[in-house]
């Protein structure tokens, strides 16, 4: 079955194509969407450009779409349908985990759409989650944390057994962040060719939340 696989640039997206392709799926295509500027990718507050160059060393296709704040539901199902029409997909991998809003957009779009639902970690225990993405040669920094949970000094933290313990020692905050503790920035693993170059530069408080700049 061809499917497109939703892009953010972190772990649970990336994770879940890598699972989608393990289990048969055929991944035409990675789909990351920005700001009506084209300068930022929507979910993790990482340039445009930087989700390009990571995109690139992967083994799969890749497209960027500006996307309204207005009107997302239509201009989504409208990009799937051409999909359809162009690239025969059949189905949508989606990195989502527990919560159950996301899941209702989720079912109920892609009912209307007529295209199946890919979800490969969808209500996992998340602190197995990691410790696969861990051991399967993942390797990712954290680039985003909600201040009331996190702060500036876990920006830039390597995503890594010694990391998942401190959480765990902390409580209240999920091994993959699915509450919005955290995001992260994936640079190299099993779906990459070749490590992804960086550099990171200034943080920054923006509504909330402390954000790593990648470059």
């Known amino acids: 079955m061809k499917v497109i696989s939703m892009w953010s640039g972190g772990k649970d997206s990336c994770l879940a194509c890598h699972r989608a392709k393990n289990q048969g799926y055929d991944v035409v295509s990675l789909l990351n969407f920005t700001t009506s500027s084209e300068e930022n990718s929507l979910s993790h507050g990482l340039s445009a450009e930087v ?3 990571q995109a690139t060393m992967t083994e799969i296709p890749s497209s960027q779409m500006a996307m309204p704040k207005e009107g997302y539901r239509d201009a989504f199902k409208s990009l799937i349908e051409k999909w359809k029409r162009t690239k025969d997909i059949e189905g949508i991998v989606f990195g989502d985990i527990y919560l159950e ?3 209702e957009w989720i079912d109920s779009v892609c ?3 007529q ?3 890919v ?3 969808w209500t996992k225990d998340t602190a197995s ?3 696969e993405f861990i051991s399967l040669g993942f390797k990712a920094i954290i680039v985003a944390t909600r201040a009331d949970k996190l702060g500036k000094e876990w920006l830039g933290r390597e995503i890594d057994t010694t990391l998942m313990k401190e959480f765990e020692g902390m409580g209240g905050i999920d091994p993959c962040g699915e509450n919005g503790e955290f995001h992260t920035f994936v640079y190299d693993g099993p779906l990459f ?3 992804v170059r960086f550099n990171t530069g200034n943080k920054t408080l923006r509504d909330g939340r402390w954000f790593l700049e990648i470059i």
């Open 115 to 117: 295209v199946k639902p």
């Open 111 to 113: 009912r209307e759409l």
């Open 51 to 53: 989700i390009g160059r």
């Open 101 to 103: 809003g996301h899941r």
């Open 129 to 131: 989650l990691m410790d």
């Open 193 to 195: 060719k070749e490590k």
């Open 119 to 121: 979800m490969p970690i």
